[in-house]
């Protein structure tokens, strides 16, 4: 059974970067494409993008580029990489499987807060 840990989270000014990590238990990692979500103050839950075995990065077009993932299948960890951060980026960020189905995944880690704020 796999346990997602995500850490990195913090306050940022607007316009900065951060980058977070996850931490994957489990030996199934590897071959499984990895997703970025959040979770904005009052939003349901979205994907941010999702990073695939071979490490292609997708995120969504609305990011315009700003973030992007990584992985490491030696280590198990994904990573997302954010910059030109703005105040609608604040929200609590989750690793998890990318599965069409997303939404019905059973169990989540506790992610990590970012707060972007002047």
């Known amino acids: 059974q796999i346990q997602l840990v995500e850490s990195g989270g913090g306050l940022v000014q607007p316009g900065g970067s951060l980058t977070l990590s996850c931490a994957a238990t489990g030996n199934i990692f590897s071959t499984n494409d990895m997703g970025w979500y959040r979770q904005a103050p009052g939003k349901q839950r979205e994907v941010v993008g999702f990073i695939t075995t071979d490490g292609n990065s997708h995120s969504i077009d609305s990011l315009e580029g700003r973030f992007t993932m990584s992985r490491d299948n030696t280590k198990n960890m994904v990573y997302l990489q954010m910059s030109s951060l703005r105040p609608e980026d604040t929200a609590v960020y989750y690793c998890?499987?990318?599965?069409?189905?997303?939404?019905?995944?059973?169990?989540w880690g506790h992610g990590t807060r970012v707060t972007v704020s002047a």
């Open positions: 998890n499987f990318y599965v069409r189905q997303w939404k019905q995944i059973a169990y």
